[in-house]
C-alpha cells in the first residue's frame, strides 16, 4: 500500500527518540522537517530493486511466477508445494502460480554449479513470503476500450503508484541484463534488498521496504538471489523511470535518512523465547515487512518501530486512504479477542473469526500469505499474539445492555437513531440486524476490529468504492461489496458509520461529515 501518512509534529517526533543521545535527537528532529523532501512514504511495498526504480502495495494485480528451465528433468519440491519441473520445453509452477512463457517455450539462464534446484525452490517461496511479485508486477493492461485485460509479465516492474510526491513505478527485477537485474551480482543485490543502494550508488526510495529487508539472513537472501537469476522469465522492458520533482527527486539525502532511521544489520533471535516464536519474529519484521503498513509513521516518513521492542510497531498506519489495523493484543481494534487459529486461518484464506480481508490485504492474501507452509502461518499467529495491547481504540460488550437493546430494535424495526434506517436497507442484507454477517461470506461488524479503529478512513473508503474478498486456492468463494459513492450522500455515510461504530456492543468514535469529505475529496469520488 502506498499512500498518505499521518505527519507528527516536532515534538512528538523528539520524543520517540528520546533514549538516544542528544546530539543524534538534534539530527532526528531538524530530519523531521527537511529530510521529507527527498522521501516517499511506503507501507506494504515489497521486492527486490532494479535501475533505480521502487515500488508499494497498491491497487495490483499479480497473476504469477514464471518459468526456468536446464538440461534435465529433475522435480523438486520444497517449504509446502513450491515445485521446480526443469526441462527445455517444460513450465515452471510455483505454489499454484501462473506459468509465464515466450513463444511457448520457457527459457531462463541456466544455473550456476553452486545454485541447486531446491535453492531455487526455496527462493521462490522466500520471494512469496515477500511478495515481491505484487509490487513489481504491473496490472493487467486494457488494449482498447471492451478488451479484456491482458496479463503482465510477472516481476517486470511497471506499477505505478500516485504518491504526494508524484508517481513511483516498480522496477523490473527479473534476470534481463539491461532492463532487470541480471547484471547483479550477489553483493550488489545484496546491498539493493538490505541497505537500498542500487549498483553505481543510486540510492532508493523506501518505496522498497530495505528497512525491513536488512533482517533477511544470509542463507535466504542467497535463495532469494538464485531464485531471481535462475528461476524466473527474463523480460527484456524497461519499467518506466520514476521521475519525482525537485526537491523531492534528490536521493542523496536518503543517505542522511537511512543514518537515522534505517536498522541495519540481521534478525537476531530472542534466547528467552521459542523456536515458534522467533520464526514468526523473523517473518513479520523482515520478510512479511508488516510494519510498513500497520505501524504509524514519523514526520520523516520513517516507520516508527521495526520491533516489538517499539511501542507504536504495529498499532496501525493510513496508507493509500486505507487504515491498515492495530495487529498488538488491544481487545478493542486489536487481535485481543481472536485466536491464534483465527489469525492463521485469515492468512491463508482471508477468513478467520469472522473477519474477511478487504482493500490492499487482499492483494496481500492472494499473492503472499496463502502460499505459506501452516508451520509459518502458525508461527506469525504465535508472534502476533504474544504482542501486548497497545494504542488501545473502541470497545466491544456483547453482553451489554445498550448492545441488547439495539438488537433487538434492528429486527422489529423499532429504530431511531440516526444511521438506523440506512442500515437496514442497504446493510443488513449481508452484515445481518445483529451485525454478526455470515460465515465464510459476509463480515461481522458486531466487534470487528476494524470498525472500532481510531481511523474510520477504511470504513469510509470502502461505503465509497466498494470492495472484494480474496480469491485463494482453498478459501470460500469471493464476494463483492457494491459503491454507495452514488446512493449516499456524505452525511448519511457519516451517519451509518457511526450507526455501525455503535451498535450491538461496538463503542468508538463518531464518523463525521467533514471526515467523509476528507476521503472522498482525496479519492476524487
Known sequence: MQGVVTMRGFSDHVAWHGGRPAWRRLWHAVLGGVVTLALVSSAGGTGGTANGSESSRANRTVNGVTSSTENSTTNSTANGGTSVTTNSRANRTVNGVMNSTANGVTTSTAPTTDTTTAQIARGAYLAKAADCAGCHTAPPRVTHPGAAPTATPAFAGGLGMVSPFGTIYS??????????????????????????????????????????????????????????????????????????????????ALAVWNWAFAPSGPFKPESTRDAQWNRGAYLAQSLGHCGACHTPRGAAYQERGYSEADPLF?????????????LTGDPGSGLGRHSAADIAAFLKHGHGG???????????????????????LAALAAYLK?????????HFNERSRA?????????????????AGLYAAYCARCHQTDGAG?????????????????????????????????????????????????????????????????TWGNAAAPVTTRDVSSVRGALHK
Open 171 to 252: 522496477s523490473n527485477i527479473t534476470p534481463d541484463p539491461r532492463s532487470g537485474i541480471g547484471r547483479y551480482s550477489y553483493d550488489d543485490f545484496a546491498r539493493a534488498v538490505r541497505e537500498g543502494v542500487a549498483p553505481g550508488g543510486k540510492r532508493l526510495y523506501p518505496a522498497m521496504p530495505y528497512p525491513s529487508f536488512a533482517k533477511i539472513d544470509d542463507a535466504d537472501l542467497h535463495a532469494l538471489y538464485a531464485y531471481f537469476m535462475h528461476g524466473v522469465q527474463p523480460v527484456a522492458a524497461p519499467a518506466p523511470m520514476t521521475r519525482l520533482p525537485f526537491p523531492f527527486n534528490q536521493r542523496w
Open 314 to 326: 504495529l498499532t496501525g498506519g493510513t496508507n493509500d486512504h486505507w487504515f491498515a489495523p492495530n
Open 354 to 376: 469472522g473477519l474477511i480481508a478487504f482493500g490492499s490485504m487482499v492483494q496481500v492474501v492472494e499473492d503472499s500469505t496463502q502460499y505459506l507452509s501452516d508451520a509459518d
Open 386 to 394: 504474544s504482542l501486548p495491547p497497545r494504542a488501545p481504540s473502541g
Open 403 to 419: 448492545a441488547r437493546q439495539s438488537v433487538q430494535a434492528l429486527k422489529t424495526g423499532d429504530v431511531e437513531r440516526p444511521g
Open 438 to 502: 455470515v460465515p465464510q461470506k459476509y463480515p461481522r461488524l458486531a466487534g470487528n476490529p476494524a470498525v472500532l479503529s481510531a481511523s474510520s478512513t477504511s470504513l469510509v473508503r470502502l461505503l465509497v468504492e466498494g470492495g472484494r474478498s480474496p480469491r485463494t486456492e482453498h478459501g470460500p468463494e469471493p464476494r463483492k461489496m457494491p459503491s454507495f459513492a452514488d446512493q449516499l450522500s456524505d452525511s448519511e455515510m457519516a451517519h451509518v458509520l457511526t450507526f455501525i461504530r455503535n
